[in-house]
């Protein structure tokens, strides 16, 4: 038997493991035998690391391939555009990647051009590569 109020606490018996979730105070007993009660502090949040492209770099990527695909001026291209729906082949696929390396002074190796599917797929892989050259 457990009773928790509030952070984080995993209990780990003989028979099963239970994660309790937003505990300050523990309580647990166990068919008469002694109780044990503690209390615990918060752990401070985790750290986390987003590799969103900037929004400049996403806009050029968009221009990049409303060019090469002949768009329509008025065709919506958005981070989330995938190149097939906008329809582009897989030769248009490499015409942009092309296009690409030219604007950003960069190379991309063919296997990493096979897992470009969006424009924002594309714009992290170019902050990316940019940020490794730099390095």
Partial sequence: MAATTG???SMRSRLATSR???VKLASLSSQGRSSLSFQLRPLPSRLQISCAAKPETVDKVCKIVKKQLALPEGSVVAGDSKFAELGAD???TVEIVMGLEEEFGISVEEDSAQTIATVQDAADLIEKLIENNGA
């Fill in 7 to 9: 952070s984080s606490i």
């Fill in 90 to 92: 897989s030769l248009d």
């Fill in 20 to 22: 309790i979730s937003a």
